[in-house]
């Protein structure tokens, strides 16, 4: 496992990525989920966590703008859904769910 960074599609050298991941765990460690924060003390717009093949990669930029804190995910940081994968409450109470006329659901006794 390796620790990189990427900034603007760019990998920094091993010496330099090493600095920058002792820098964010290091501001983290102080101010927790705070990427917009780290981004702004490093001079950046963003940064994302990432799992990449090889292990942990910051994907830092100086234009892409920062989206909200998220557990590190392969291929891109995703925004974290607050809704069951198997739908809304919402969706759920929409429509005749006894389309067929059936009732033995409201039988009692």
Do not use: C, I
Not at 76 to 104: D, E, I, L, V
């Amino acid at each position: 496992m390796s620790l990189s960074v990427v900034v603007d599609g760019v990998a920094l050298a091993e010496a330099d990525a090493r600095a920058f991941w002792d820098r964010f765990s290091r501001y983290m460690d102080d101010h927790p989920r705070d990427l917009v924060g780290f981004a702004k003390a490093e001079g950046l717009a963003s940064v994302h966590p990432q799992m990449g093949a090889d292990g942990a990669v910051l994907v830092a930029s100086r234009t892409a703008l920062q989206r909200p804190y998220a557990n590190a995910s392969s291929g891109s940081a995703t925004k974290p859904t607050s809704q069951p994968s198997s739908g809304s409450p919402g969706h759920q109470s929409r429509g005749n769910r006894n389309q067929g006329g059936s009732k033995s659901s409201k039988k009692r006794g």
